[in-house]
C-alpha cells in the first residue's frame, strides 16, 4: 500500500533546442538566459519530484501509483508525457510512428500528441497535414528538396485552441508559439527537413510512417460543466481544460493517476502556492486535491474511457 496519497510536485526538466528562446517569461521569468530553451518537460522518468525522488524511481517503486494505467512493458514510466513548448523558429518538418512501429524498431511507445496553444506571437503559423494527398515517392523527392515546406497546409494558430495529431500525421511547428503539449511518454521523431540545419533526418522511417493527405481530425472542446472542458479524448490521454471562478478539486481515490499544470494565474493547492509553469502528478488512489485559484486556467491530463467523475469546478 503506497504512502503517497496527496499530490506529487513536478519539477521542470528545462531542454535547449535550436528553435527556442532566451526568455520563458511569463512562465519562467527566472530561468538563466544562458541558453534557447525550447521545450520544458514534467513527467519524464529524470523529473525531480517532491517526494525527494525523480519521477522513473518513484513509478519503479511504486507502481500502483500510476493505478490502472500501469502498463508491464515499461515499468518505470509515466505514460502520459506533458511539456511546455517555446518556439522562436521553425522546428522541422517530422512524423512520429504508432505503437506497433515503435515497438519493432525502438522497443518504445509511439507518440500521438496534442497540442494546447497557450499564446501567439507574429508568425505564429503552424502545419499539420497536406493541402491534398501525395504519393510516397514525392514524399521522398520534396523532403529532399525542400519543396514539402509548400505542400504542407500551413495556418496561424489560435489562442486557446487544441490541434490533435495522431501518430502518422506528418506536422510542423513555426515561431511565436507556447503550446502546452500532452503526448504518449516517448521522444521518437522522425525529421523529414529541417530547413538546412545540420540535424540527421530520417526520411526511410518517416517515409513507412506518414499519412500523405490531410489532417482528418478536429479537436472541438466538449463542454462538461461550467468552467471544465474536455479539448482531447483518444486511447492515450484524455485532456480537459478547467477555468475556475474560484476553486477546483480532483476527486479522490482515483483508478488512475492524473497529471495537472497550472497555465495561466495562480493559487494554492493542496494549501500550498500555485503558479503558472507548475505541474503535480496526482496518484491514483489519492485523496481528493483542492485546488483555490480564481480566474486561473489549467490542464487536466489522465488515462480513462470515460471523463473523471466527481471533478467540481466553482
Known sequence: ???FDSAIELFPIFRERVWGRESLAPFFPDHPRKERIGEVWFTFEENFTSARLKLGELLRDHSDLLGTAFDLRYPGICPILVKLLFTSERLSVQVHPDDAYAQQHHDSLGKTEAWYVLDVQPPGELAVGFKEPITPERLQSSAESGEIEQLLNWRIARRGETIFTPAGTVHAIGAGLTICEIQENSDITYRLYDYGRPRELHLEHGARVSSLGPHEYEANPVSLAAGRDELVACEY?????????????IPGNMLSYAIVICVDGGGTLCDTKACQGQAWFIPAGAEAVPVDAPGSEWIVTYLAEEPMLGLQVE
Open 1 to 3: 500500500m503506497t504512502t
Open 237 to 249: 490521454f484524455r485532456i480537459e481544460r478547467i477555468r475556475p471562478a474560484e476553486r477546483f478539486k
